[in-house]
C-alpha cells in the first residue's frame, strides 16, 4: 500500500511552458485534492474531486486544469507556466471523514 | 467562509508539554476538529481528530471546548522530533481544508 505517490519530486519549467503534475493514490478513496505551499505559508487549495469524473475549483485555480477519468489518479495540468506557479505541490486524498492523506509533494522552479 | 487563528510560532524545551491553540469560530456543526504536523520538504501527516470533550492516542491530546470554537493540541515531553508546523484546518466543505499558517514549534535542547 504506496498511500499518495507524486511525480515528478522536482521540475525546472521556463516560463509559457506547460506540464502535467501527476498524483495517484491505491487507497479507493473518492476525494482527491491539489494544494499549493508557497514559502513560510500554509497550504491552498488549487483544485478538488469528489469522486471519478466530478472536479470543482478550489481557492487559487487560475493557470491549472485537473480531470479525474479514474478514482486512482488526479493529475494537475500547468497551461502557460508563470513565475507565479512557483511553490511546493502537495496532492491528497481521503474517505470524506476529513482525515486527509498527502503526499510527498512536487517541488516546481518556474523561471 | 470558516477561519482559523493559531499562534505563529512556539518555543519550548525538550521535556515540557506543549499546548497550541487554535481559535476556529465559524466551524460548522457537523465538522471534526483535526490537526496535522508537517516536517520541512513533506506534506503534512494527520495528528489527531475530535468532535467534543477531549480525545487522546499515542502522540497527542486533543482537547475541545463544549461551544467547540477553539481546540488545544497537547503534546507531551517533546522532543527535537518534534519541531515542526502544526495546522488545525478546518473544513470548506466537500472535504476541502483551509489550512492557515500553521504554529511553528521549535524544541530546544
Known amino acids: 500500500n504506496a498511500g499518495v505517490t507524486q511525480t515528478p519530486k522536482f521540475q525546472v519549467l521556463k516560463t509559457g511552458q506547460s506540464m502535467t503534475l501527476q498524483c495517484a493514490q491505491d487507497m479507493n478513496h473518492e476525494y482527491m485534492s491539489w494544494y499549493r505551499q508557497d514559502p513560510g505559508m500554509g497550504l491552498r487549495l488549487i483544485h478538488y474531486s469528489v469522486g471519478a469524473g466530478i472536479t470543482d475549483q478550489g481557492e487559487v485555480p487560475n493557470g491549472y486544469n485537473v480531470s479525474r477519468s479514474t478514482t486512482e489518479d488526479f493529475p494537475l495540468r500547468l497551461l502557460s507556466a508563470a513565475p507565479s506557479q512557483t511553490s511546493v505541490y502537495f496532492c491528497?486524498?481521503?474517505?470524506?471523514?476529513?482525515?486527509?492523506?498527502f503526499g510527498p509533494g512536487t517541488r516546481l522552479t518556474v523561471l | 467562509l470558516a477561519k482559523t487563528t493559531q499562534p505563529i510560532s512556539m518555543d519550548s524545551y525538550e521535556g515540557q508539554e506543549v499546548n497550541i491553540t487554535c481559535s476556529h469560530n465559524?466551524?460548522?456543526?457537523?465538522?471534526?476538529i483535526t490537526w496535522y504536523q508537517q516536517f520541512p520538504s513533506q506534506g503534512p501527516r494527520f495528528i489527531i481528530q475530535g468532535y467534543k470533550t477531549k480525545v487522546t492516542n499515542e502522540v497527542a491530546s486533543l482537547f475541545i471546548p463544549a461551544d467547540r470554537k477553539s481546540s488545544t493540541l497537547s503534546l507531551p515531553r517533546v522532543s527535537l522530533s518534534d519541531t515542526a508546523v502544526y495546522y488545525c484546518p478546518v473544513s470548506q466543505g466537500a472535504n476541502n481544508l483551509f489550512f492557515g499558517t500553521g504554529t511553528r514549534l521549535t524544541v530546544i535542547p
Open positions: 465559524n466551524i460548522a456543526t457537523n465538522d471534526y
Open positions: 491528497a486524498s481521503s474517505t470524506g471523514t476529513d482525515t486527509q492523506y
